[in-house]
């Protein structure tokens, strides 16, 4: 670059203050929002999804569509008043010097180009160098973003490639014009964990190499204290507190930062013993803010004439004025109170097996071709599966995408039939009876809670129409009025009024949609629930709530959970035993604590390593795996996992891959599909150490 | 008499056409003043395209339902004959008028000395009468069909879909000359197809409530028998002309007219039944009334068509303009109607023949059959805009 060095600050924003005009009224999405990022500094945006984090990000590069309008404020970057540049100019910064990575990598690549076309593209139009430089570079940066055989990915279309290696696509795009400033927004939402995780390891690598700033925002508290510097939390379209990343996550002092740590599940947290705490009330729609500080009504501290009088200001904490917060009661509240326990809950006595499962299998045809047939394929998305489920237990199942456990839940539903082996409810047998053929007592006894909360309900139905349905298709209620009370019962044990049985499934929250689904399931009394992810769409503060819920239901109908996640700090939360799936195979099982603590199978070891903990105590030992999942369609020989494997070299000869290892016992109830000798097992160490207090 | 000048023959049609005014200031004031409890029909006052294209279309429908309903706005018979009136130029009195007639042809004579003004109006209450309700045959046997070949896919899909291509692939005009041939009539082919597309809306509605209310036998029955004993009762009048209570008539041509109608829209329609309905199953709504032991039928009609609605009321819009195209089409080449039939294609073929030195009997319907569409294809931009919106 030609121009003379900066050495300020990138990126300093200040007062900045946004605004969307609809129809109606005038929205304001972001409101007196400043922060600074220095050179190589990695700055963190954390908060939940309406607060104006994305909103920020576009403002950066002022382009909020036709609606949106900086109202007030500057953003300066590398000193330079970005509200007084000319069109071009700001597009000579765009995509050069501010390169954004979004959450969804297939939607920035151009699905009808060739990767090296894309790539090539940028610092062509940029700084127009040649072809031929341009081919280098591109070839330079594929390999920094660690993807293997980097001419080949050249000449590959988007499509071809798994999501991670998308992603990681879609960064070395963003650095192919060595950008000063790099805003990720989301940039690991939409992967599988053990892929996060290297993703994550890349970005902060690249950034030490670059000398790249980083704006990161994200809803993960965990994932902003593994790469940030700084961090700045949002609520409601205002920053409520800003400071180091340490001081923020040990010394909060702001009501919403702790409430937001005190409702994530952290080593310690227990179902029984400690339980989450939920935070009160729901986040406010932009044009029902209230008065004064925007948490307030519900904030635990919330002083009435003080707090709601006027607006709140940022307040320095610290004498350097590097940690401040929006809370006049910063000083006076009790910060290192300890958490008022709510009551303990008793731990629930798990019954007798509801449902057992022997040796499942199940495995799918897929033909070359419909009309003509063609060479036939078998995918095994399970193989030899067992485990057997107790009244009032918590099941989860763990694993990442294509591990098989969806395959397993159509296949408990009746969704899917059984290739082979036996799923018995109750000592019947049930594995090859699909839905259709089973008796409305068995489908209303195993039920699901689904994933995604915005396609749970059917938009064009109200939401007591849906939970009448279902109790008509389980024969529950004599007419419609019987069954009409039943529904507001029903909405009642899933703590939603009554009024919402005429609401549209639009006018509802995530939370709440996600709490009618849970209605819904239990309409007709289910005892098997399988619970697909049912939290992991919902914000942190939400799932606490809905999480919580489950429990309450659970101790109070005896019910069987399947809880299956890729969240493994929630999984240690809730469940009381953990299975753990990797390709259609069940790696390992045991109880929430066998399963946690060492030997740990390879997989469930890494798996552990991935997950990011919000808390600065925890200690983890580095664990990465290369890679992306094999396809199911195309497993490796041998152990499913080998290809990924850091433990292969301990087993002697290629035992590894060429057979499957047969599921043994380490201790009663915990087992493991491993070649590992017990003494090398035995040997391993934890991988979240909790450092002394 | 003195002929009348532009303006009087403009200031005397829009006094004319004043109850037509009136309803249709009635209804936009009272759309206008719940728009905000009328869902997607009241955002559709929120975009002026929407409203342009809303107002051309009511207007006609008025026109058409007063002036084919209860004869008002019509000036003369449409079939009677003036002497001296024949090709007369727009405002032309009339020579040696009856008591009390009107005594202007506004929009002038045409050929066999008929008033264009009167036909013009009376030709709308034929396409009225006849496009949304072929249209909406259509549409019924594309869901019935488009349905089960996008949910269960495969060999269903493939022989469903090749048949629709198929139809598509054929050339309509050949196809119509086809139907009404009257070789072809007599075989009885086209009451066979009538016979076999009509009998789709009532499967439709049978299955329709079956599937809903099968966990309430008694509400079924008597659902299922109210539905086969009216459809049955329209299937013999339409299909057959042979209503038992003598109520419906159902001439022979108009029969060829909406069979061919039906047989050209409803291919197209499967295709995007199916195509949003290989989207929609995917959703999770599908797959919880699926893992609650829910029929296909009820999950098809239930949870995935009312989901379709948007793309599908837009298609509707813009269909019957197509329908309505169609139709002149059909009256142009002279099939289907009767040829006295004052519908905008037959009159458009009759200008047509004299068209060098009389203008005015063809302008009249072609500007009708122009607007309408257009208003439609306005409405359904409109629509389509203010669905997307949230």
């Given at each position: 670059m030609a121009t003379a060095p900066y050495d300020g600050p990138i990126l300093e924003i200040d007062k900045l203050s946004i605004s969307f005009f609809t129809r109606m009224r005038e929205i304001p999405a972001v409101m007196d929002f400043s922060v600074t990022v220095q050179p190589g500094e990695a700055v963190g945006l954390v908060g939940e999804s309406g607060c104006g984090?994305?909103?920020?990000?576009?403002?950066?590069?002022?382009?909020?569509?036709?609606?949106?309008?900086?109202?007030?404020?500057?953003?300066?970057?590398?000193?330079?008043?970005?509200?007084?540049?000319?069109?071009?100019?700001?597009?000579?910064i765009r995509g050069h010097e501010i390169a954004m990575i979004y959450q969804e990598p297939m939607a920035s690549l151009n699905p009808a180009m060739r990767i090296g076309a894309q790539l090539m593209e940028v610092p062509m139009l940029h700084e127009g160098i040649s072809a031929a430089d341009a081919h280098a570079r591109a070839l330079q940066v594929v390999t920094d973003v660690k993807l293997p055989d980097p001419e080949r990915i050249l000449r590959a279309y988007p499509h071809q490639l798994s999501g991670g290696q998308q992603q990681r696509i879609v960064i070395a795009m963003a650095l192919m014009s060595k950008p000063s400033l790099l805003i990720l927004d989301e940039p690991t939402t939409a992967l599988d964990v053990t892929v996060e995780a290297a993703i994550v390891e890349l970005v902060k690598d690249l950034g030490r190499k670059y000398g790249t700033s980083m704006l990161f925002i994200s809803h993960n508290l965990g994932l902003v204290l593994e790469t940030c510097d700084r961090i700045c939390v949002m609520y409601s379209g205002e920053a409520v507190e800003r400071g180091e990343v340490a001081t923020v996550f040990d010394e909060m002092r702001h009501p919403y930062?702790?409430?937001?740590?005190?409702?994530?599940?952290?080593?310690?947290?227990?179902?029984?013993?400690?339980?989450?705490?939920?935070?009160p009330g729901n986040f406010p729609l932009p044009h029902e803010r209230p008065q004064g500080c925007n948490f307030g009504p519900r904030c635990d501290y919330f002083e009435a004439g003080r707090c709601d009088a006027a607006d709140v200001t940022m307040q320095p904490v610290d004498a350097d004025g590097q940690h401040v917060t929006r809370c006049l009661r910063h000083a006076e509240i009790d910060w290192n109170a300890p958490l008022v326990a709510s009551v303990a809950r008793e731990r629930t006595n798990v019954g007798p097996v509801v449902l057992q499962v022997d040796d499942l299998r199940k495995y799918y045809e897929v033909a070359g071709n419909t009309l003509f047939g063609g060479a036939k394929r078998v995918v095994k998305a399970n193989e030899t599966i067992s485990f057997a489920a107790r009244e009032s237990e918590t099941l989860a199942i763990v694993g990442e995408s294509g591990c098989g456990k969806s395959t397993l839940a159509k296949v408990l539903m009746g969704l899917e039939t059984a290739s082979g082996g036996t799923i018995r409810l109750d000592g019947i047998e049930i594995q090859s009876t699909p839905i259709a053929d089973r008796t409305t007592q068995t489908v209303a006894d195993v039920q699901m809670v689904f994933q995604n909360p915005f396609d749970t309900l059917n938009p064009s139905m109200t939401v007591g129409r849906q939970i009448i349905r279902a109790l008509e298709v389980f024969g529950v209620g004599t007419d419609d009025a019987a069954r009409r009370d039943r529904m507001l019962t029903l909405l009642d044990l899933v703590k939603l009024p009554r009024q919402f049985a005429e609401r549209m499934p639009r006018q509802l929250s995530g939370g709440q949609k996600q709490r009618v689904g849970i209605a819904r399931a239990f309409a007709g009394g289910a005892r098997i629930v399988v619970a697909d992810e049912p939290?992991?769409?919902?914000?942190?503060?939400?799932?606490?709530?809905?999480?919580d819920l489950l429990m309450d239901i659970q101790r109070r109908e005896k019910t069987t959970?399947?809880?299956?996640?890729?969240?493994?700090?929630?999984?240690?939360?809730?469940?009381?035993?953990?299975?753990?799936?990797?390709?259609?195979?069940?790696?390992?099982?045991?109880?929430?604590?066998?399963?946690?603590?060492?030997?740990?199978?390879?997989?469930?070891?890494?798996?552990?390593?991935?997950?990011?903990?919000a808390d600065t105590r925890v200690e983890k030992t580095h664990i990465v795996l290369e890679g992306d999942i094999p396809s199911a369609m195309n497993?490796?020989?041998?152990?499913?996992?080998?290809?990924?494997?850091?433990?292969?070299?301990?087993?002697?000869?290629?035992?590894?891959?060429?057979?499957?290892?047969?599921?043994?016992?380490?201790?009663?109830?915990?087992?493991?599909?491993?070649?590992?000798?017990?003494?090398?097992?035995?040997?391993?160490?934890?991988?979240?150490?909790?450092?002394?207090? | 008499m003195e002929p009348l000048s532009t303006l009087e023959i403009i200031g005397r049609c829009l006094w004319q056409l004043a109850p037509v005014w009136v309803a249709l200031a009635v209804t936009f004031a009272l759309s206008i003043r719940f728009q905000r409890r009328l869902g997607l029909y009241g955002k559709l006052f929120d975009n002026p395209v929407g409203m342009i294209g809303f107002a051309l279309v009511m207007f006609w429908v008025y026109a058409a339902v007063f002036a084919g309903g209860f004869g008002w706005l019509v000036t003369h018979d449409t079939l009677s004959q003036f002497s001296g009136?024949?090709?007369?130029?727009?405002?032309?009195?009339?020579?040696?008028?009856?008591?009390?007639?009107?005594?202007?042809f506004l929009l002038g004579g045409d050929n066999l000395a008929r008033d264009v003004w009167s036909r013009m109006l009376v030709g709308a209450w034929e396409v009225i009468k006849i496009a949304p309700f072929a249209t909406l045959f259509a549409f019924m046997v594309g869901i019935t069909l488009g349905l089960p070949a996008g949910y269960y896919g495969g060999r269903l899909d493939l022989v469903l879909s090749f048949l629709a291509n198929l139809i598509l692939a054929f050339p309509v005009i050949l196809l119509f000359y086809l139907l009404v041939t009257p070789e072809i009539v007599e075989t009885g082919i086209p009451t066979y197809m009538a016979a076999v597309l009509f009998l789709f809306p009532i499967i439709f509605a049978v299955v329709l409530i079956n599937s809903r209310f099968h966990t309430q036998p008694a509400k079924r029955n008597l659902y299922v028998a109210l539905a086969l004993i009216i459809g049955g009762w329209l299937y013999l009048g339409i299909a057959w002309n042979a209503d038992p209570l003598g109520i419906i008539i159902f001439p022979a041509g108009l029969l060829v007219v909406f069979v061919s109608v039906v047989f050209v829209n409803a291919p197209s329609v499967f295709r995007i039944v199916r195509g949003l309905t290989m989207d929609i199953k995917t959703r999770d709504y599908v797959a919880a009334a699926q893992t609650r032991g829910e029929g296909p039928w009820y999950v098809m009609l239930w949870e995935i068509l009312p989901n379709a609605r948007g793309p599908l009321i837009v298609d509707f819009?813009?269909?019957?303009?197509?329908?309505?195209?169609?139709?002149?089409?059909?009256?142009?080449?002279?099939?289907?109607?009767?040829?006295?039939?004052?519908?905008?294609?037959?009159?458009?073929?009759e200008g047509r023949k004299l068209l060098s030195s009389y203008l005015h009997p063809a302008l009249a319907p072609a500007f009708a059959l122009l607007s309408l569409v257009l208003g439609l294809n306005l409405l359904a931009d409109g629509l389509r805009e203010e669905s997307l919106k949230d």
């Amino acid at each position: 670059m030609a121009t003379a060095p900066y050495d300020g600050p990138i990126l300093e924003i200040d007062k900045l203050s946004i605004s969307f005009f609809t129809r109606m009224r005038e929205i304001p999405a972001v409101m007196d929002f400043s922060v600074t990022v220095q050179p190589g500094e990695a700055v963190g945006l954390v908060g939940e999804s309406g607060c104006g984090k994305s909103t920020v990000a576009l403002g950066i590069m002022q382009d909020m569509g036709r609606n949106g309008r900086i109202t007030g404020g500057t953003v300066k970057f590398k000193g330079r008043d970005m509200a007084t540049l000319s069109p071009e100019e700001l597009r000579a910064i765009r995509g050069h010097e501010i390169a954004m990575i979004y959450q969804e990598p297939m939607a920035s690549l151009n699905p009808a180009m060739r990767i090296g076309a894309q790539l090539m593209e940028v610092p062509m139009l940029h700084e127009g160098i040649s072809a031929a430089d341009a081919h280098a570079r591109a070839l330079q940066v594929v390999t920094d973003v660690k993807l293997p055989d980097p001419e080949r990915i050249l000449r590959a279309y988007p499509h071809q490639l798994s999501g991670g290696q998308q992603q990681r696509i879609v960064i070395a795009m963003a650095l192919m014009s060595k950008p000063s400033l790099l805003i990720l927004d989301e940039p690991t939402t939409a992967l599988d964990v053990t892929v996060e995780a290297a993703i994550v390891e890349l970005v902060k690598d690249l950034g030490r190499k670059y000398g790249t700033s980083m704006l990161f925002i994200s809803h993960n508290l965990g994932l902003v204290l593994e790469t940030c510097d700084r961090i700045c939390v949002m609520y409601s379209g205002e920053a409520v507190e800003r400071g180091e990343v340490a001081t923020v996550f040990d010394e909060m002092r702001h009501p919403y930062t702790q409430a937001l740590f005190r409702s994530i599940p952290v080593p310690g947290a227990d179902k029984t013993s400690r339980p989450l705490k939920t935070i009160p009330g729901n986040f406010p729609l932009p044009h029902e803010r209230p008065q004064g500080c925007n948490f307030g009504p519900r904030c635990d501290y919330f002083e009435a004439g003080r707090c709601d009088a006027a607006d709140v200001t940022m307040q320095p904490v610290d004498a350097d004025g590097q940690h401040v917060t929006r809370c006049l009661r910063h000083a006076e509240i009790d910060w290192n109170a300890p958490l008022v326990a709510s009551v303990a809950r008793e731990r629930t006595n798990v019954g007798p097996v509801v449902l057992q499962v022997d040796d499942l299998r199940k495995y799918y045809e897929v033909a070359g071709n419909t009309l003509f047939g063609g060479a036939k394929r078998v995918v095994k998305a399970n193989e030899t599966i067992s485990f057997a489920a107790r009244e009032s237990e918590t099941l989860a199942i763990v694993g990442e995408s294509g591990c098989g456990k969806s395959t397993l839940a159509k296949v408990l539903m009746g969704l899917e039939t059984a290739s082979g082996g036996t799923i018995r409810l109750d000592g019947i047998e049930i594995q090859s009876t699909p839905i259709a053929d089973r008796t409305t007592q068995t489908v209303a006894d195993v039920q699901m809670v689904f994933q995604n909360p915005f396609d749970t309900l059917n938009p064009s139905m109200t939401v007591g129409r849906q939970i009448i349905r279902a109790l008509e298709v389980f024969g529950v209620g004599t007419d419609d009025a019987a069954r009409r009370d039943r529904m507001l019962t029903l909405l009642d044990l899933v703590k939603l009024p009554r009024q919402f049985a005429e609401r549209m499934p639009r006018q509802l929250s995530g939370g709440q949609k996600q709490r009618v689904g849970i209605a819904r399931a239990f309409a007709g009394g289910a005892r098997i629930v399988v619970a697909d992810e049912p939290v992991s769409a919902l914000d942190v503060s939400v799932q606490a709530a809905v999480t919580d819920l489950l429990m309450d239901i659970q101790r109070r109908e005896k019910t069987t959970l399947l809880f299956i996640s890729h969240d493994l700090s929630i999984v240690r939360y809730l469940s009381d035993r953990v299975m753990v799936m990797y390709l259609g195979h069940v790696v390992e099982i045991g109880t929430t604590d066998q399963v946690f603590s060492p030997p740990y199978h390879p997989y469930t070891e890494a798996l552990l390593s991935a997950v990011p903990i919000a808390d600065t105590r925890v200690e983890k030992t580095h664990i990465v795996l290369e890679g992306d999942i094999p396809s199911a369609m195309n497993p490796p020989p041998g152990c499913p996992f080998q290809t990924r494997c850091r433990w292969k070299a301990q087993v002697p000869g290629n035992l590894c891959e060429t057979e499957v290892p047969a599921q043994r016992d380490l201790a009663p109830g915990h087992q493991i599909k491993c070649h590992l000798t017990d003494d090398i097992l035995r040997r391993m160490e934890p991988v979240i150490r909790i450092a002394a207090e | 008499m003195e002929p009348l000048s532009t303006l009087e023959i403009i200031g005397r049609c829009l006094w004319q056409l004043a109850p037509v005014w009136v309803a249709l200031a009635v209804t936009f004031a009272l759309s206008i003043r719940f728009q905000r409890r009328l869902g997607l029909y009241g955002k559709l006052f929120d975009n002026p395209v929407g409203m342009i294209g809303f107002a051309l279309v009511m207007f006609w429908v008025y026109a058409a339902v007063f002036a084919g309903g209860f004869g008002w706005l019509v000036t003369h018979d449409t079939l009677s004959q003036f002497s001296g009136m024949k090709n007369v130029a727009p405002g032309t009195p009339l020579a040696r008028a009856p008591e009390g007639a009107y005594p202007y042809f506004l929009l002038g004579g045409d050929n066999l000395a008929r008033d264009v003004w009167s036909r013009m109006l009376v030709g709308a209450w034929e396409v009225i009468k006849i496009a949304p309700f072929a249209t909406l045959f259509a549409f019924m046997v594309g869901i019935t069909l488009g349905l089960p070949a996008g949910y269960y896919g495969g060999r269903l899909d493939l022989v469903l879909s090749f048949l629709a291509n198929l139809i598509l692939a054929f050339p309509v005009i050949l196809l119509f000359y086809l139907l009404v041939t009257p070789e072809i009539v007599e075989t009885g082919i086209p009451t066979y197809m009538a016979a076999v597309l009509f009998l789709f809306p009532i499967i439709f509605a049978v299955v329709l409530i079956n599937s809903r209310f099968h966990t309430q036998p008694a509400k079924r029955n008597l659902y299922v028998a109210l539905a086969l004993i009216i459809g049955g009762w329209l299937y013999l009048g339409i299909a057959w002309n042979a209503d038992p209570l003598g109520i419906i008539i159902f001439p022979a041509g108009l029969l060829v007219v909406f069979v061919s109608v039906v047989f050209v829209n409803a291919p197209s329609v499967f295709r995007i039944v199916r195509g949003l309905t290989m989207d929609i199953k995917t959703r999770d709504y599908v797959a919880a009334a699926q893992t609650r032991g829910e029929g296909p039928w009820y999950v098809m009609l239930w949870e995935i068509l009312p989901n379709a609605r948007g793309p599908l009321i837009v298609d509707f819009c813009l269909r019957i303009g197509y329908t309505t195209i169609l139709l002149g089409t059909l009256g142009f080449f002279g099939l289907g109607l009767s040829p006295e039939s004052p519908d905008w294609g037959s009159t458009i073929n009759e200008g047509r023949k004299l068209l060098s030195s009389y203008l005015h009997p063809a302008l009249a319907p072609a500007f009708a059959l122009l607007s309408l569409v257009l208003g439609l294809n306005l409405l359904a931009d409109g629509l389509r805009e203010e669905s997307l919106k949230d």
